[in-house]
């Protein structure tokens, strides 16, 4: 079956069966139109699918979600990239399953964003994402906001119904907005910025990312972000503000904050979240600042704006990838299915 314009489908299931059920005949039926397949699932559903499609699968790119799903903006980047090179004048249909275990409540909530932004990423096109959610294993509260960032839920095999939860993206961002973490206090350690004077910033920057025994590839992802902030402060946020280091458990948090410029506007729309074409005039930095950092939330208002960084300390046993791989392939080759 074909489809006119973007689709973008939540695929609810409880067994291996109903899985093959709602995702070999979508990639079959992909390849028979002459499609683009990608299938990034977790690798048990990799083999799950190598045995159903038996000889086809050669012709399906299979990748493992983890590889895939390790940052939101990282993420909408690669997709965004892989339709860009395999496009063209063809459609991209996508098995894309998200990885939602081990997340804290901060990162569910900008997956849960990211779900929603692909509505807006590719409205234009005429792509085909299908997203698997493994009910057994999530909760609840999880499939419920499925039913909010997709237009479609997948029923069986090629049926699929409108959600009747659907939610608008700007309405439900808005809303994600409305939980955004504390405002850092202020502190000794607080680096004051102006025009032409972003140098004590980096210099900060350096000094606590080795306190904290930071690599130089990581350090140098979180000097270029904050940077990046930084800049966008001094242009639309009166010229100066300042930058807040503290650590948690878990992360590095950069704050930059800055009063606001009289008669400068707000960026509309999804700021940095989505990729800037090359006509936008504004967004460029904010993009690069989320494909740098794990995590970023931001406040802009008439009074000031507040962007929070958050860069992951390492931690043993956590598979994550590099920002380099943002706009390219994920990190390895693509699978095949192992036994094929």
Not at 16 to 33: K, P, V
Not at 290 to 314: I, K, T
Request: charged share 25%.
């Amino acid at each position: 079956m074909n489809r006119a314009g973007f689709v973008h489908q939540a695929l609810c299931y409880s067994s291996d069966e109903e899985f093959l059920s709602g995702t070999a005949g979508f990639l079959r039926n992909g390849l028979d139109a002459g499609d683009a397949v990608l299938a990034v699932v977790r690798e048990d559903n990799i083999a799950l699918l190598g045995r159903a499609l038996g000889s086809r699968s050669r012709h399906v790119e299979f990748a493992d979600a983890r590889d895939w799903y390790d940052l939101p903006s990282r993420t909408l980047g690669r997709y965004h990239a892989h339709c860009g090179r395999h496009g063209g004048d063809r459609r991209v249909r996508i098995v894309g399953e998200p990885v939602w275990t081990g997340r804290d409540a901060f990162e569910t909530r900008e997956w849960a964003r990211y779900e929603s932004l692909l509505n807006v990423a590719f409205a234009g096109t005429g792509h085909w994402i299908l997203c698997p959610y493994d009910t057994r294993v999530l909760s609840g509260d999880l499939v419920r906001t499925a039913l909010r960032t997709h237009p479609e839920v997948a029923v069986s095999g090629h049926v699929a119904v409108s959600s009747h939860a659907y939610a608008d993206p700007a309405d439900f961002c808005a809303e994600r907005d409305g939980q955004r973490p504390p405002r850092l206090p202020a502190g000794p350690g607080d680096t004051r910025f102006d025009r032409g004077r972003s140098a004590a910033v980096r210099r900060a920057l350096r000094a606590y990312a080795g306190e904290l025994g930071l690599s130089e590839e990581r350090t140098h992802d979180m000097v270029a972000a904050v940077h990046e902030v930084v800049v966008n402060s001094v242009r639309y946020g009166g010229g100066r503000g300042v930058v807040r280091l503290r650590r948690d458990d878990d992360y590095v948090v950069c704050e930059v904050s800055d009063d606001g410029a009289s008669g400068t506007a707000p960026p509309e729309g999804f700021p940095g979240h989505l990729p800037p074409g090359p006509p936008v005039a504004r967004g460029h930095g904010l993009w690069l600042a989320r494909q740098l950092s794990d995590l970023l939330a931001e406040e802009f208002g008439p009074s000031g704006s507040v962007v929070q960084l958050y860069f992951r300390l390492p931690r043993p046993g956590l598979r994550r990838t590099g920002a380099a791989s943002a706009a390219g392939p994920p990190p390895g080759r693509a699978r095949r299915p192992r036994g094929r």
